[in-house]
C-alpha cells in the first residue's frame, strides 16, 4: 500500500468522529402550551413561510460536541398550527424569498386572503454556562392587510434557563413562550384584523 492510501485511511476515523460529534436538535414544541385565539379572528389569513425561516438554526458547541437546534423548523409548524386555529380560515405556504417579495409588493388579491403574515428570526442562542443552559430566539411577525395594505410588526421573545434538562424541552419551552407572546399580539389586534375582511367582503 502506497504513502498516499495509507495516510488517507488513516484520516477515516478522525472524520467520522467529527461527525459523530454534530447532534441535530428538534425542539419540542407541546401544541397544548400555546393557546389559540379564541374565538377565532374572523379573517383569511396566509402564512408566508421562506427558506430561511425555515432553515434558521443555532449550533452550541462543548468540547467536541456541537448541537445545531433548528428553530426554523420546528417554529414554522407550531406558527403553522397557530395561525389555522387563530383564524377562520387560516393557511401556511412555503415560498421562495422572491415569491414572498412579490406577494408583499403586489397589487393586493382579496380573493385570497385578508392578512398576509411573514414571520422572521431576529436572534436565537443556546448556551451552556458553568452551572446551567441557556436557550433564547427572538421572532418578528410582520402582518400586511388587504386590501387596506395597513402593516403591523410584533416581536416576541422567549428565554429559559435550566439545570440538567433535555435540550428538546429546553428550547421547546423558548419558543413556545415566543408563540403565545405571538398569539396575544393577534388577538390584541382582532379588531384591525376583523375589519379588513368585513372592508374587502363589501
Known amino acids: 500500500m502506497s504513502r498516499r492510501v495509507s495516510v488517507r485511511w488513516s484520516l477515516l476515523p478522525l472524520l467520522t468522529v467529527a461527525a459523530a460529534c454534530m447532534h441535530s436538535v428538534m ?5 397544548a402550551k400555546v393557546p389559540s385565539v379564541a374565538p377565532p379572528i374572523e379573517a383569511r389569513a396566509l402564512l408566508l413561510l421562506s427558506p430561511s425561516f425555515q432553515d434558521y438554526g443555532v ?32 393557511e401556511a405556504r412555503a415560498l421562495t424569498d422572491a415569491e414572498i417579495l412579490q ?18 428570526f431576529e436572534e436565537g442562542a443556546n448556551t451552556d454556562r458553568v452551572f446551567d443552559t441557556v436557550s433564547e430566539a427572538r421572532l418578528r411577525l410582520e402582518a400586511r392587510t388587504l386590501p387596506g395594505t395597513r402593516t403591523y410588526s410584533w ?12 435540550r428538546r424541552g429546553l428550547s421547546g419551552n423558548t419558543l413556545e413562550q415566543v408563540l403565545r407572546a405571538l398569539s396575544d399580539s393577534l388577538g390584541a389586534h382582532r379588531a384591525d384584523l376583523e375589519a379588513v375582511r368585513t372592508a374587502s367582503s363589501r
Open 155 to 166: 416581536v416576541a421573545a422567549g428565554r429559559t434557563a435550566r439545570v440538567l434538562t433535555s
Open 27 to 31: 425542539p419540542k414544541v407541546t401544541p
Open 103 to 120: 406577494w408583499l409588493t403586489a397589487p393586493p388579491d382579496t380573493s385570497i386572503a385578508d392578512v398576509l403574515l411573514v414571520p422572521h
Open 59 to 90: 449550533q452550541e458547541s462543548n468540547g467536541f460536541h456541537k448541537w445545531r437546534y433548528r428553530l426554523g423548523e420546528a417554529a414554522a409548524a407550531a406558527l403553522s398550527d397557530l395561525v389555522s386555529q387563530s383564524f377562520t380560515r387560516g
